[in-house]
């Protein structure tokens, strides 16, 4: 049988690929000869995937509990790795000359579909919340949180590190502290010591750190500083100020950046708010979140004033952080 001539050229490149990693296109062609067809559940590692629940008690909403956990850490995965687009977006090309399609520059439009994306997954989230929030029975929940102690969701570095990788490091910086390093060339390590996240574990009798904050900071404290070193130059404000100057008024691009800004920063917490009144809440008694941290000063982002991008925002704009969002979906719905 006669091979066609676009088979013969595909043929060649693969040669040329090969040769150029000094490899052998005939030994590959034996590898796809003897390999097995591909299936879905072996490509997605199906099976693996669903042994991946290993509830600590018998309470069957446990297992909701740690899919959606897992699931959100997965959506926090695609974020990073648009981020990492981003933030190292250039020139990606194969041994034979064949560019991927990135470019020298990072170009406006790939950097507003990026963002998009980000956003995409964050609304996903936010959307689906009422799994957790109205799926699982509350006393079910009050009961089986107690042996996950002293765990807590506050531990999810993902999420760290999508709030390092969006923005200066500054902004993250405890509000109140954050004066202190107005005008100053401060390091990332001092600026870490005052990272908004350690009020969020606190002990509420004491102000000490929790047993959650000391295992987070000791596994990931020092990762969580060589990100912010790394990404100073090419976090996403970074990256926008980079931009041409016609670029930067791209509206696009600009709503993107404060539709992420909103995203992570009001509607995610803020859901997790929202779930903490209803399961942790009882009349005028609070109960410690899992891992003992202060839901009741760390979730609500008018408390926190956490703003990636503040510069795209007006006064009003950040004096009200939140604010409405708190009025129409927490407490009309918890009234």
Not at 22 to 42: A, I, K, R, V
Not at 137 to 146: A, N, T, V
Not at 294 to 315: C, D, G, H, S, V
Request: aromatic share 14%; proline share 4%.
């Amino acid at each position: 049988m006669e091979l066609k001539p676009e088979i013969v050229e595909r043929v060649n490149q693969l040669e040329e690929k090969y040769s150029l990693m000094g490899q052998s296109l005939e030994g590959y062609l034996d590898g796809l000869l003897l390999s097995n067809y591909l299936t879905y559940w072996d490509y997605v590692q199906l099976d693996t995937l669903l042994t991946l629940q290993n509830p600590k008690t018998d309470f069957p909403d446990e297992e909701i509990f740690i899919m959606y956990h897992q699931i959100t850490e997965l959506y926090f995965k695609l974020s990073l790795h648009e981020m990492n687009q981003i933030g190292n977006n250039g020139p990606n090309i194969l041994p034979n000359g064949h560019n991927l399609g990135w470019k020298d520059s990072l170009s406006v439009d790939f950097f507003a579909e990026r963002i998009t994306r980000i956003n995409r997954y964050f609304e996903s989230l936010t959307k689906s919340f009422e799994i957790m929030v109205d799926g699982m029975e509350k006393e079910q929940f009050l009961r089986y949180r107690m042996a996950l102690l002293p765990a807590s969701g506050f531990q999810s570095a993902q999420y760290r590190k999508i709030e390092i990788c969006a923005t200066d490091f500054f902004n993250l910086v405890d509000k109140d502290v954050r004066p202190t390093f107005e005008g100053k060339n401060a390091s990332i390590e001092e600026m870490f010591q005052n990272i908004y996240w350690n009020k969020g574990a606190t002990e509420l009798s004491t102000g000490k750190k929790t047993l959650t904050l000391n295992q987070f900071e000791k596994k990931y404290a020092k990762e969580f500083i060589a990100l912010a070193n790394e990404y100073q130059t090419k976090n996403m404000w970074a990256k926008y100020k980079a931009l041409p100057e016609k670029d930067k008024q791209n509206q696009k691009l600009i709503n993107a950046l404060k539709v992420l800004d909103i995203n992570v920063n009001i509607n995610w917490p803020l859901m997790h708010y929202k779930s903490a009144v209803r399961y942790l809440q009882q009349n005028t008694e609070d109960i410690a979140a899992t891992g003992g941290t202060n839901w009741q000063k760390y979730l609500p982002p008018r408390f926190q004033k956490r703003i990636f991008y503040p510069e795209i925002w007006t006064a009003q704009e950040k004096e009200e952080w939140g604010k409405g969002w708190v009025e129409t979906n927490v407490f009309k719905s918890n009234s």
